[in-house]
Every structure is written in C-alpha cells, then in structure tokens.
C-alpha cells in the first residue's frame, strides 16, 4: 500500500510538473510550504533532471534552466507560506493546536518552536527553511510570533532558494548519469526495495512516536 501512495505521488508530481512547465513547480511548492505533505525532495529532483534535453524531450518539453528551476522553487515557498503563515497569526496557538494535529504538529514541536523564535528571533525562518521537514511548517510559528511579513517573505526566500537549488541539482546530475551510465539504473533497482523498507519504517515510526504522545497527553488530563 505505502509503494503505491509513493508511486501515485511520484506520478502526480511528475504529471503537474510535465504539463505545466514552471508554474506547476510553483504551484506544487506552494502546496508543500503550505503544510499538506508533498515532499519537495521529489519536486525539486525531477524538475532538475528536466534541464536536460533528452529527459525533457520524453516529456515533450523543451529543457528547464537550472537558475529558473530554483527560481520557480522559491517562488513557491513564498506563495504557500502566506497560508500557514495567516493561519498562525490570526488563529494563534489555539488554532495551530486544535488542527496542528491533521499535519502530524504536536503541543510539543509547537513548544519548541515557540522557544526556538524566542532563541533565534526571526533568522529562525531563514535556518528552518534549508532544513527537512521543519521548513514545512516554519511558517505557523512565525505567524504565532507576529513576524513582519515583509522580513517573513525575505527570509523564506532567501533560505528556500539554495535549498531548491540544491535539490535541483542533484536532480540534474542524477539524471546525467542515469541517461549515460547504465549501471545507476541496475543499482538503484537492486536497492529499491532498501529504500521503500526505510521510508515505511520512518514513516510508521513518526506516526506511532506521535499518536503515543497525543495518548500521554490525554493522560494528564
């Protein structure tokens, strides 16, 4: 089950992104900074493996740009983050914690994060965003602090551009060596079962660790 929603994600991506050129990674971006779980770590690889032209010509595109790539990224960064980000700083606490729970947010990230704004003020935000999963949600904690927006939308874009930069081209080098090194493909479907087993043990891990918590939680009530 967990291959094929991995698959069905894959496929998903791969069509918006296909399809609609650079606004789909815009788009798709501002879906994950928006904290619905579309993982930027395939987002981001794909698009840079479409700035070669033989891979882009199998999907009837003409090749991306490396630099628009990462551009387009960080554009959505931005775009997404102004939903989480309102969220916070019109609902507050209150709200983040009675849904936080939807995107797997417990009381206790949302403690940290308060203390991490407390530690770092608002290069809290340009950290976050070069880091996996926390970029994710950042923005809720940042509306929660009443960042300014305008140092809020810097911020975001100035730590989202290396990272998709980043991604894209691992992309574009993976896709590289996959058209023209026949031995990447017969090693990557050797381990693929390797990394199917990790992610799903993560994923069960992350899941299970949460839901005990929420339990301990109600506990103490």
Same mark, same amino acid.
């Given at each position: 089950m967990i291959a094929d929603i991995i698959a069905a994600l894959s496929a998903f991506i791969i069509s918006v992104i296909s399809r609609m050129g650079y606004p789909g990674i815009v788009l798709l971006m501002a879906i994950e900074s928006a904290c619905i779980?579309?993982? +930027? &770590?395939?987002?981001?690889?794909?698009? =840079? %493996? @479409?700035?070669?032209? +033989?891979? #882009?010509? $199998?999907?009837?595109?003409?090749?991306?740009? *490396?630099?628009?790539? +990462? *551009?387009?990224? #960080?554009? =959505?960064?931005?775009?997404?983050?102004?939903? /989480?980000?309102?969220? =916070?700083?019109?609902g507050g606490r209150p709200v983040v914690e009675k849904y936080g729970a939807y995107i797997l947010l417990s009381k206790r990230e949302l403690e940290? %994060?308060?203390?991490f704004f407390l530690r770092h003020g608002s290069a809290a935000v340009l950290i976050s965003r070069m880091l996996p999963v926390i970029r994710?949600?950042? %923005? *809720?904690? /940042?509306?929660? #602090?009443r960042m300014p927006r305008l140092r809020f939308h810097v911020y975001t874009f100035v730590g989202s551009f290396p990272w998709c930069l980043m991604l894209a081209y691992v992309g574009r080098v993976l896709g590289d060596r996959w &058209?023209?090194?026949?031995? @990447?493909?017969t090693w990557f479907h050797r381990?693929?079962?390797?990394? *199917? %087993?990790?992610?799903?043990?993560?994923?069960?891990?992350?899941?299970? +660790?949460?839901? $005990?918590?929420r339990i301990r /939680?109600? &506990?103490?009530?």
């Open positions: 779980p579309l993982p +930027s &770590e395939v987002i981001m690889p794909f698009s =840079g %493996a @479409l700035t070669i032209p +033989s891979i #882009a010509a $199998q999907y009837g595109r003409e090749p991306f740009t *490396l630099f628009l790539v +990462s *551009l387009c990224g #960080a554009i =959505g960064c931005n775009v997404g983050s102004v939903l /989480a980000y309102e969220i =916070g700083y019109y940290w %994060a308060d203390h994710t949600f950042i %923005a *809720l904690p /940042a509306g929660m #602090a &058209e023209t090194d026949p031995r @990447l493909k381990f693929d079962a390797v990394i *199917l %087993a990790v992610i799903v043990i993560g994923a069960v891990w992350f899941v299970w +660790s949460r839901w $005990q918590h /939680a109600e &506990e103490k009530l």
